[in-house]
């Protein structure tokens, strides 16, 4: 997903929410091979997630990691905005993490104020990216199979 929104979006900022410990490539290592100037703020809470983080990404002026919550969108927002321009297009990635939520409404909420802070889709389009809401394999068919959905949508 992040080599199809940095190859064919044009995007440029990634804000990946619920990073967990990297089993593969990383956000920013995945955004640099299509652009080398893409920046990547890292949200977790986990402390093992944090000293991961901090020997992973040393001194990168273009990545951070922000300890917190996918609970508290709006610390997420203020601690990105020293690494992200929110007036650009900006990714903002939920990668498996809001199935610990059981109320979908506090889903909606913590989604809608992420969003609300991001700058809107130039020029107008379509929302929907395709394939649209599918198992996720099919955004890269050549990953193992897994159980698990994923859409993108852009801002209107």
Do not use: C
């Not at 321009?85 to 809608?112: H, N």
Request: hydrophobic share 45%.
């Amino acid at each position: 997903m992040v080599r199809f929104l940095a190859a064919s979006a044009g995007i440029r900022q990634f804000v990946d929410v619920g990073t967990g410990l990297p089993t593969m490539q990383n956000t920013h290592a995945v955004a640099r091979e299509v652009a080398d100037d893409a920046r990547t703020v890292y949200v977790d809470n986990d402390p093992l997630v944090l000293r991961h983080a901090q020997t992973l990404l040393g001194d990168d002026p273009l990545t951070t990691y922000v300890h917190a919550d996918y609970h508290e969108p709006d610390h997420i927002l203020a601690a990105a905005a020293e690494t992200v321009d929110s007036a650009r297009p900006v990714a903002i990635m939920f990668m498996g993490v809001m199935g610990y939520e059981p109320d979908l409404d506090v889903v909606r909420a913590i989604v809608g104020r992420m969003t609300t802070a991001a700058a809107p889709r130039q020029p107008p389009g379509p929302l929907g990216v395709d394939p649209g809401l599918v198992p996720i394999t099919q955004w890269q068919t050549t990953a193992p199979p897994i159980d698990a959905y994923g859409a993108v949508a852009r801002k209107p």
